[in-house]
């Protein structure tokens, strides 16, 4: 016995473990839609406008003078920046919205991997932390049920670090790395030099 309660409730809701979503996944068919439709989305009503009134505006203030045109370019370089920075702006609004979609994906692994990541953010605190090695006994007994998968993927996530054991021989005061032989340049006053 670990510890851990080993009995489950009637009506407990069994988690399933969360999906692996790496640089190796391939998405589903419904997946690449709802991402075609997204930066699509992002890009005709986010982007587009964000980028054209940011260069409204800096185009509007470069003409009031509060902001100067280059001597050669004129305001060319200031107006692509503020298209870049708007065409980002834009994108980068739109994220929530595009997540919020694939979450609402049935037999989705990537929807199924964002609901599960808001459930850790939004479970206590407590359950997902490293524990210390200075908490009594009582805390490891847990009042719900946990599978080997979980205890396995809080491992893998809160890995145990060792701490760096102090060495009484080290002194702060003394820097490391210099070496202990310095080699003395002696300089006459003719400007010769010789080494001791």
Not at 51 to 80: C, F
Not at 83 to 93: N, P, Q, T, W
Not at 97 to 105: A, G, I, P, R, V
Request: hydrophobic content about 30%.
């Amino acid at each position: 016995m670990n510890g851990r309660a080993d009995f489950q409730e009637p009506n407990a809701e069994v988690r399933r473990p969360i999906p692996h979503i790496g640089a190796d996944y391939i998405p589903t068919e419904e997946e690449r839609r709802v991402f075609a439709e997204c930066n699509d989305e992002s890009f005709w009503f986010r982007s587009v406008p964000l980028a054209a009134t940011s260069m409204l505006i800096t185009q509007g203030l470069i003409s009031k003078g509060i902001l100067s045109s280059h001597p050669k370019y004129g305001s060319i370089p200031k107006l692509i920046f503020a298209c870049i920075m708007g065409y980002f702006a834009g994108k980068l609004s739109y994220v929530k919205t595009c997540q919020e979609k694939f979450k609402n994906l049935e037999n989705s692994p990537l929807g199924e991997a964002l609901r599960s990541g808001q459930a850790r953010r939004s479970s206590p605190h407590g359950h997902y932390s490293q524990k210390s090695k200075y908490d009594s006994n009582v805390s490891d007994r847990s009042s719900f049920v946990t599978s080997p998968a979980a205890d396995n993927m809080e491992k893998e996530i809160f890995p145990h670090y060792e701490p760096i054991p102090f060495s009484a021989s080290m002194n702060e005061s003394t820097p490391t790395g210099i070496t202990d032989h310095i080699a003395q340049v002696k300089v006459n006053k003719y400007g010769d030099t010789w080494d001791e």
